[in-house]
């Protein structure tokens, strides 16, 4: 034991950069070594523990290398929170939970904020598992989860993990404005150029999501939120993500997601990450004809599959059927929703697609068409007042003919279909 003691004393020296807790780690551990194995101080030869402690030492480094990383990443998501996986720092401790925003099958979702700290609020999901396996393979992926940083993906800030109750508490971005759902519930018109924009959002988080090694699974339009205001498209509820990075060709088994949104394979067998642009074009096709192709109410299950796995959709009867809805568009839709996973075209090309290359750099549709209306009723008062002064009925003819070619003029700088 006393040769231990000089071997503490020897990493410490050693090691002088390590604060008081890591200092206190450390000679615990070698400790803890010599009470549980006392002839293992025996066997080491002087001639090796100069090496023992450059081991240890090494390792001690890496720890401190470590903590330094996970520091920086956090200051680059733009939050000091870590993810706490000890039990005894319970969610109650740092959140305050509010009113309940959400809830479907074994979770619910919850408004919160920091205790003491109301600058800033979250929203936390609540999930319970059946057993301590499935949630220490749960916590793997959501604390790779909270790496994820993308303008068009619900940010992870936290992870609180409760063994003893079988609980995970995911503190998430809380973000404003409507879902997809509830914009096509209301038959809240929207434009050709905010559906185009809604799509490649989404469409863009999908293909980060599937570069980082995820599959969302459970990408619907309840999962999709729209802010007009404020100009921004995210994807939510990332729990039911997969993590299939170390295995990126590995097929998935387990059924997940709102039914209505489940691609072919999914109800046949294995699937993979095409199962997530599937479901894309299913919102596409809602926002293009307010409808989905296959879901009537009333239909349970089995007549649900059917028509999934089975039905063809009549592309030429909707194109007769819906004059506003392009044959570009209709284009995008068909090839997201291919039957055969491995026909349907990727989130990748699907935002090189000519429907999605045509982003606007005006703000939205109606507004461009409020400033045109309004800039030209402008001009139009001001002719009328200088006709209504013109001296001669001659004078007044070639007033309006200028007039007329000056609104024509606005008329082409202001049109709303601007591209670039």
Same mark, same amino acid.
């Given at each position: 034991? &006393?040769?231990?003691?000089? $071997?503490?004393? !020897?990493?410490?020296?050693?090691?002088?950069?390590?604060?008081?807790?890591?200092? @206190? /780690?450390?000679?615990?551990?070698?400790?803890?070594?010599?009470?549980?194995?006392?002839?293992?101080?025996?066997?080491?030869?002087?001639?090796?523990?100069?090496?023992?402690?450059?081991?240890?030492?090494?390792?001690?480094?890496?720890?401190?290398?470590?903590?330094?990383?996970?520091?920086?990443?956090?200051?680059?998501?733009?939050?000091?929170?870590?993810?706490?996986?000890?039990?005894?720092?319970?969610?109650?401790?740092?959140?305050?939970?509010?009113?309940?925003?959400?809830?479907?099958?074994?979770?619910?979702?919850?408004?919160?904020?920091?205790?003491?700290?109301?600058?800033?609020?979250?929203?936390?999901?609540?999930?319970?598992?059946?057993?301590?396996?499935?949630?220490?393979?749960?916590?793997? &992926?959501?604390?790779?989860? $909270?790496?994820? !940083?993308?303008?068009?993906?619900?940010?992870?800030?936290?992870?609180?993990?409760? @063994? /003893?109750?079988?609980?995970?508490?995911?503190?998430?971005?809380?973000?404003?404005?409507?879902?997809?759902?509830?914009?096509?519930?209301?038959?809240?018109?929207?434009?050709?150029?905010?559906?185009?924009?809604?799509?490649?959002?989404?469409?863009?988080?999908?293909?980060?999501?599937?570069?980082?090694?995820?599959?969302?699974?459970?990408?619907?339009?309840?999962?999709?939120?729209?802010?007009?205001?404020?100009?921004?498209?995210?994807?939510?509820?990332?729990?039911?993500?997969?993590?299939?990075?170390?295995?990126?060709?590995?097929?998935?088994?387990?059924?997940?997601?709102?039914?209505?949104?489940?691609?072919?394979?999914?109800?046949?067998?294995?699937?993979?990450?095409?199962?997530?642009?599937?479901?894309?074009?299913?919102?596409?096709?809602?926002?293009?004809?307010?409808?989905?192709?296959?879901?009537?109410?009333?239909?349970?299950?089995?007549?649900?599959?059917?028509?999934?796995?089975?039905?063809?959709?009549?592309?030429?009867?909707?194109?007769?059927?819906?004059?506003?809805?392009?044959?570009?568009?209709?284009?995008?839709?068909?090839?997201?929703?291919?039957?055969?996973?491995?026909?349907?075209?990727?989130?990748?090309?699907?935002?090189?697609?000519?429907?999605?290359?045509?982003?606007?750099?005006?703000?939205?549709?109606?507004?461009?068409?409020?400033?045109?209306?309004?800039?030209?009723?402008?001009?139009?008062?001001?002719?009328?007042?200088?006709?209504?002064?013109?001296?001669?009925?001659?004078?007044?003819?070639?007033?309006?003919?200028?007039?007329?070619?000056?609104?024509?003029?606005?008329?082409?700088?202001?049109?709303?279909?601007?591209?670039?």
């Amino acid at each position: 034991m &006393t040769e231990f003691n000089d $071997l503490n004393t !020897s990493i410490l020296s050693s090691q002088s950069g390590l604060s008081q807790e890591e200092r @206190k /780690s450390a000679i615990e551990s070698v400790s803890f070594s010599a009470s549980s194995s006392p002839k293992l101080s025996q066997r080491i030869k002087p001639s090796k523990k100069k090496d023992l402690i450059k081991l240890i030492g090494t390792v001690v480094k890496l720890e401190q290398t470590r903590r330094k990383d996970s520091i920086m990443r956090d200051q680059e998501c733009g939050t000091n929170y870590t993810s706490r996986k000890n039990s005894e720092q319970m969610f109650e401790n740092f959140y305050e939970k509010l009113e309940k925003i959400g809830e479907g099958g074994n979770s619910c979702v919850h408004r919160c904020r920091r205790i003491n700290d109301d600058s800033q609020h979250f929203a936390v999901k609540i999930t319970k598992f059946s057993n301590e396996e499935i949630i220490l393979s749960e916590t793997d &992926t959501s604390n790779r989860l $909270l790496k994820l !940083s993308h303008p068009n993906v619900c940010k992870a800030y936290d992870l609180f993990v409760e @063994k /003893s109750f079988n609980t995970t508490y995911l503190i998430m971005e809380y973000i404003n404005g409507q879902t997809i759902e509830q914009w096509i519930q209301q038959k809240q018109t929207i434009e050709d150029n905010e559906i185009r924009f809604i799509m490649n959002g989404l469409l863009e988080g999908i293909d980060y999501l599937h570069q980082q090694g995820f599959i969302h699974r459970d990408i619907s339009s309840s999962n999709v939120i729209y802010d007009r205001d404020c100009k921004k498209v995210k994807i939510i509820d990332l729990s039911t993500c997969k993590d299939n990075k170390f295995s990126p060709h590995r097929k998935l088994l387990t059924v997940i997601g709102n039914d209505i949104y489940r691609a072919p394979e999914m109800f046949e067998g294995a699937y993979h990450q095409e199962v997530d642009i599937w479901a894309a074009g299913l919102i596409l096709f809602q926002l293009l004809f307010q409808k989905h192709p296959f879901f009537e109410s009333g239909d349970d299950q089995v007549v649900l599959v059917q028509k999934v796995t089975q039905q063809e959709i009549d592309w030429d009867l909707l194109q007769k059927t819906n004059d506003k809805v392009s044959p570009c568009q209709i284009d995008l839709c068909q090839e997201m929703l291919k039957k055969n996973p491995s026909d349907r075209i990727s989130a990748k090309q699907a935002l090189r697609h000519p429907f999605l290359k045509q982003r606007l750099c005006s703000k939205d549709f109606s507004f461009e068409t409020r400033v045109k209306s309004q800039s030209i009723k402008s001009i139009m008062r001001i002719k009328s007042c200088e006709e209504f002064t013109s001296e001669t009925n001659t004078k007044t003819d070639t007033s309006l003919h200028s007039s007329s070619q000056k609104i024509t003029s606005v008329e082409e700088n202001l049109s709303p279909l601007r591209y670039f």
